[in-house]
């Protein structure tokens, strides 16, 4: 339910800053969007399924680092967009902790 809690966040705050065209005047605002998501949606098949926990460690602190990107790019472009991704800022942190425990065990 947090995951798509999150997603649904990280949406809407992407559409409030498309809406006021910040996409266009700031295309890395985009990359990072795009990046987070595909990183977060390859963060469960890499950990449970696919790979040792560390790559998918590597794979969340990359996703984390996307996150962080986009709530600076959003709150230049929108600044309650920046406000919406800080949940997604908190749930990306949660996994790393939980992969930190994957790793460790």
């Known amino acids: 339910m947090t995951c798509m809690t999150s997603s649904f966040l990280m949406g809407l705050s992407a559409w409030l800053v498309w ?13 990072l969007y795009l990046a987070q998501l595909v990183l977060i949606s390859a963060w469960d098949p890499t950990v449970f399924q696919m790979a040792p926990p560390w790559v998918g460690l590597l794979v969340c602190l990359a996703a984390f680092g996307t996150v962080v990107g986009c709530s600076r790019q959003f709150k230049e472009l929108n600044p309650i967009a920046g406000n919406l991704v800080k949940p997604c800022l908190a749930w990306a942190s949660l996994l790393a902790i939980v992969n930190l425990k994957l790793l460790f065990l």
């Open 19 to 31: 809406a006021e065209g910040g996409f266009h005047g700031n295309p890395t605002a985009l990359y």
